[in-house]
């Protein structure tokens, strides 16, 4: 791992001087807590009704789908919960055997209920068995949060997450939509593999997450640099972003899509979908007699914007 009490991060954005930015290692890897965000029934909106409540599973509280089991006493489980409970009914304890509820089957197919997300703001109701394909793709589902120096497991909407990522994991804020980001590792030869996320930045009214990380690709040590979208996908694509790291007459380019928060850190990572910079090139760029690195990554953010007539994206940068 990065040790990154060897780290200093310096940072500036929109024209401002270099503004030194410490990390601190008991900031940027701390676990949190497990910490969901408010998803309670609002008013107005219909609650479980009691058909609702028997086809909830009394071993994992999950909702049931065919095929529902029962016991010769009536009691339900889930068809997964079945094959953990050595064929013995949860409730009475009495022997399960493979009785289908057929009943309860039939009743389910008659029910509509709202999407679990409608506190997030999903207004869509959904007959009984279609409702669970709709809740793996809903737009209005909770993100996971988005920080990378952890295993988080923080979710909610974009406000709270980004509370949450300022208040819990410290990471620095800042407004406009360029950067210009100095990374300093005084050892830069050690083995690394390290991950930490250094700004979220707010502009257009979004806010996007800028990474930084050493990696082994393969063999051989690399350093990158990407952005995250804090939406969804289809939002992402109406935004573009550049890249560029260099010195002594020698730059590296990078532009592209930012990718939505929806994508893990990992899934981004692995598929080199960023700007990155070979250990060697980065010394390089640091000047000097090669023995500390010196990177410093600057970039910009845009809004693409159709034209009138031909739906060709010009760009439309804040000022």
């Given at each position: ?21 410490h990390s601190q290692i008991t ?287 010009i760009p439309n940068l804040c000022?």
């Open positions: 791992m990065m040790d990154l009490n060897t780290i200093e991060c310096a940072s500036s954005s929109d024209g401002l001087e270099d503004e030194e930015i900031h940027q890897f701390s676990s949190s807590k497990p910490h969901h965000h408010n998803n309670n029934m609002q008013p107005g909106l219909p609650p479980a009704t009691s058909v609702h409540e028997l086809l909830e599973c009394p071993v994992c509280t999950n909702s049931m789908y065919p095929p529902i089991h029962q016991c010769h006493n009536g009691h339900t489980l889930c068809s997964t919960c079945k094959t953990q409970v050595q064929n013995r009914c949860p409730t009475c304890r009495q022997e399960l055997g493979n009785i289908r509820c057929l009943a309860l089957e039939k009743v389910a197919e008659s029910l509509e209920l709202p999407c679990r997300y409608f506190s997030f703001g999903c207004p869509e109701i959904f007959p009984y068995y279609s409702k669970l394909k709709h809740e793996a793709l809903c737009n209005f589902r909770p993100y996971n949060c988005p920080y990378a120096g952890s295993e988080c497991s923080v979710t909610g909407d974009i406000p709270f997450l980004v509370t949450h990522l300022r208040d819990h994991h410290k990471v620095d804020m800042h407004t406009g939509c360029t950067f210009n980001h100095r990374y300093v590792k005084a050892n830069p030869r050690e083995v690394e593999n390290a991950t930490w996320m250094l700004t979220v930045f707010h502009c257009f009214g979004q806010y996007f997450c800028l990474h930084f990380e050493a990696f082994q690709l393969g063999m051989a040590p690399v350093y990158m640099a990407f952005l995250r979208f804090m939406g969804d996908e289809a939002d992402a694509r109406n935004y573009s972003y550049s890249l560029e790291v260099g010195a002594n007459g020698r730059k590296l380019t990078w532009e592209g899509t930012p990718r939505s928060v929806r994508d893990s850190h990992r899934k981004v990572r692995d598929s080199h979908d960023g700007l990155i910079i070979q250990r060697n090139m980065a010394l390089f760029f640091s000047g000097g007699d090669r023995k500390e690195l010196k990177l410093r990554v600057t970039g910009k953010i845009w809004k693409e914007q159709q034209t009138p007539d031909g739906g060709v994206c000022s």
